[in-house]
């Protein structure tokens, strides 16, 4: 799944250029559209009374992104085990398709009171659309 992002002036840092920052604010952006995309919102999640909080964020940074470009993130389910999850991410500027960063994000599903929680049990539907999209990047 693509994810578009038009960088703006506010992300920008004293140099003129996206601060660092930002590209996992939009990894996380990506994320919430990549669920809306496979059909189970996260809204969905949160009103079913689940969270799911990043565990681990990794980013790599490439080439600088300036304010003003269109950035292209590319999403994809890189591991699912039913309570643990990964995605990964590729940043490019639209036009020239050039790689502005790569990541991953590790994330697990908990009920609001911080217990894990087994997303074939508590919310099936969700489980068969993560365990679809897993298989159909494959």
Known sequence: ?????QAQYYETDQMGIIHHSNYIRWMEEARIAY????GFPYQAVEEAGIVSPVLEVQ???????YFGERILIE???TSFKGVKYELSYVM???KSRQVRATGTSSHCYLKKDGHL???????PLLYEKMVGAL???R
Do not use: G
């Open 1 to 5: 799944m693509e994810y578009l992002h």
């Open 35 to 38: 669920m809306d995309e496979m």
């Open 59 to 65: 980013c790599a940074y490439k080439a600088m992104t």
């Open 75 to 77: 999403v994809e389910l």
């Open 92 to 94: 490019r500027e639209e």
């Open 117 to 123: 929680v087994n997303i074939r049990k508590e919310l």
């Open 135 to 137: 298989k159909a990047q």
